[in-house]
C-alpha cells in the first residue's frame, strides 16, 4: 500500500466549477505540502499545512491530522486551473510525494 | 532573482555515456535537493544538502549516481554510465533552511532520455 495515496486520478471538469482534490496518508507526519505543476512541466509550491486550513485566492487547503487526510479545494474554477497537483508529506526528515491528480477544466 | 536555474533542459545520451546535471539555486538559500519525476513512480527525492553539505543521500538509487555541490550557488548531478532507466524529469529545488517544512522553489527540469 502506498503511504501517499490520491484521489482522483484524473478530473475533468467544466469551467466554475468546485474542485476537490483529496490526498489520505498512512503514516504520522509533521507537515503536508500540495504542489502544482503546470503542462509545461514546471513545478510550484502552493500551501504548506501542519493543522486547520490556508486560503490563497480561489484555492483553499484543509488538512485533518486524526484522520490523516487533507483536501485541496479550487473554487471557480479556469481552464488555467489545469495541472496535475500532487501531495507530498512530510514523516520525520522525509517527503514522500503522491502520485499527483491531474485536473483539466474544459471552457 | 531568476529562481532556481537548472541546465540543460533536454538531454539525450546514448547508453554508458557519462551525464551531468547542473543546478543553480536561488541566491541565500541554504538548503537544495534533487529530485526525480517518472510516471511510473512520480516525484522522488534523490538527495538533498544543507549548507553544501550532503545530508541525506538514501535516495540515490545506485552508486552510478553521484552528487557535488562545491559552493552555495552551483551543484551536479551525474550519472556514469547511463542507463535508458534513468530516462526521466531530474528537479532541482532549493529552499532558505534545510527542512522539509519550508516552501522549497523548483527549477523547470531536465528531462534526461537515454537511449
Known amino acids: 500500500k502506498n503511504e501517499v495515496e490520491q484521489s482522483p486520478q484524473n478530473l475533468t471538469a467544466q469551467e466554475g466549477e468546485f474542485i476537490t482534490i483529496n490526498c489520505s496518508y498512512s503514516v504520522g507526519i509533521s507537515a503536508l505540502h500540495w504542489l502544482q505543476q503546470h503542462p509545461g512541466g514546471g513545478i510550484v509550491s502552493l500551501f504548506m499545512?501542519?493543522?486547520g486550513k490556508k486560503k490563497h485566492g480561489r484555492l483553499i487547503a484543509t488538512i485533518n491530522i486524526q484522520e490523516k487526510h487533507s483536501s485541496l479545494h479550487i473554487t471557480a474554477s479556469h481552464p488555467r486551473d489545469s495541472a496535475v497537483y500532487i501531495c507530498?508529506?512530510?514523516?520525520?526528515?522525509?517527503?514522500?510525494f503522491g502520485k499527483g491528480t491531474r485536473l483539466h477544466i474544459l471552457p | 532573482d531568476a529562481g532556481v536555474i537548472q541546465s540543460p533542459r533536454h538531454e539525450v545520451t546514448e547508453m554508458g555515456q557519462e551525464v551531468t546535471l547542473r543546478c543553480k539555486p536561488i541566491?541565500?538559500?541554504?538548503?537544495l535537493f534533487w529530485y526525480r519525476q517518472t510516471m511510473m513512480r512520480g516525484l522522488e527525492l534523490l538527495i538533498y544538502f544543507n549548507n553544501n553539505v550532503p545530508i541525506d543521500d538514501s535516495g540515490m538509487p545506485e552508486d552510478r549516481f553521484s552528487a557535488k555541490m562545491p559552493n552555495a550557488s552551483f551543484s551536479t548531478l551525474k550519472i556514469q554510465p547511463s542507463e535508458p532507466r534513468d530516462s526521466a524529469v531530474y528537479f532541482c529545488a532549493s529552499s532558505l533552511t534545510g527542512s522539509f517544512v519550508t516552501e522549497a522553489f523548483f527549477g523547470q527540469g531536465t528531462r534526461l532520455t537515454v537511449v
Open positions: 541566491s541565500g538559500h541554504n538548503s
Open positions: 507530498a508529506v512530510i514523516p520525520d526528515d522525509k517527503i514522500i
Open positions: 499545512l501542519s493543522s
